[in-house]
């Protein structure tokens, strides 16, 4: 039975990879942060098929004992600050975590088991003002936040430890993905989550910032395959995960608040502090190489994974 270690995982991607692993017979460990407050929602359902332990990605030590006494095959680093507005108030916490907390888990792997396969979370943040359109592993990277400065560092010393260590890294280059575990401070679920409320009379007004910002957005049960399967290949690589769609945030709401027959016109507001200080205006993928040599498909289309989040937070706030 091969054993998985999984950083962060109580977020969106955590819970979902999970999920698949147990169902291919992995022993999963899950790291999650030291809190005073109950952070399990997500993986409630399976704390009683895997095995949670305490670490931090700020401290070094814990890694090492984690992987001492577990001795896992395998690592999925998704734990990061992630929330791209949040790294402009705190730089210097999401590059500690999100650029040099892969370092810290990379010397931990050399130091006690260069033949672990790693799996890093980098990001479409990283292509930022972007250099071509559609954007591919070769694009070169021109990050507009401190996110995604930090996962460019995270995604080069990925790659630096593959090629001076022969540690098998590879590097998922993620484009937006969803769902209904997505954290409500994301524009997705802010957006699903108003529209329920709205429908159902608990609020009037939906407030957000650049609606004409264009995303490539999937379901993120789709994509944690795809990071599985990475790390089932010969050779370690970087890949681009995407729909190879885009849609701006306002088609997002117009599908949202239509699904519950309602206008979005009559009830979105935008304001200005909500843009961001650099906007990513365009981001659309070229996943052609990972539908190649993964034999990876996106199975649920971008209106199914919206109108599946409107549904999902009607059936939570009519409880």
């Not at 995604?155 to 593959?162: A, E, G, L, S, V």
Request: include cysteine; glycine fraction near 6%; charged fraction near 25%.
């Amino acid at each position: 039975m091969p054993t998985a270690l999984i950083t962060g995982i109580t977020g969106q991607d955590g819970s979902y990879l999970a999920e698949l692993l147990l169902k291919k017979g992995y022993k999963v460990v899950g790291m999650t942060r030291r809190s005073s407050t109950n952070t399990f929602e997500r993986i409630e359902h399976l704390l009683d098929k895997m095995t949670v332990v305490k670490g931090d990605l700020l401290d070094q030590g814990s890694l090492l004992g984690i992987l001492e006494e577990y001795k896992p095959t395998e690592i999925y680093n998704l734990a990061s600050q992630s929330f791209v507005a949040d790294s402009w108030s705190q730089p210097v916490f999401t590059g500690d975590v999100t650029a040099l907390g892969v370092t810290r888990l990379l010397e931990s792997i050399r130091f006690l088991n260069p033949k672990i396969r790693y799996y890093q979370a980098s990001s479409s943040e990283m292509f930022g003002k972007v250099q071509e359109v559609p954007q591919k592993e070769t694009t070169p990277l021109y990050p507009r936040s401190p996110y995604g400065v930090a996962k460019v560092y995270g995604h080069w010393i990925t790659i630096n430890y593959r090629e001076s260590y022969d540690i098998f890294a590879s590097s998922g280059i993620l484009f937006n993905h969803e769902s209904p575990r997505r954290g409500l401070e994301f524009v997705t679920r802010k957006i699903t989550d108003a529209v329920a409320r709205i429908k159902l009379g608990k609020t009037k007004e939906l407030r957000l910032g650049n609606l004409e910002s264009k995303r490539d957005w999937g379901f993120a049960g789709d994509y944690v395959e795809a990071m599985w399967l990475m790390l089932q290949q010969d050779q370690p690589d970087n890949y681009v995960i995407g729909s190879g769609e885009t849609h701006s945030v306002r088609e997002f709401c117009e599908i949202a608040f239509s699904h519950l027959g309602l206008d979005y016109k009559e009830y979105v507001v935008q304001d200005p502090k909500f843009y961001r200080p650099a906007e990513v205006e365009l981001l659309i993928s070229d996943p052609s190489k990972a539908r190649a040599a993964l034999k990876w498909e996106p199975a649920v289309s971008f209106k199914e994974l919206v109108t599946m989040m409107v549904d999902s937070d009607m059936k939570r706030l009519s409880k």
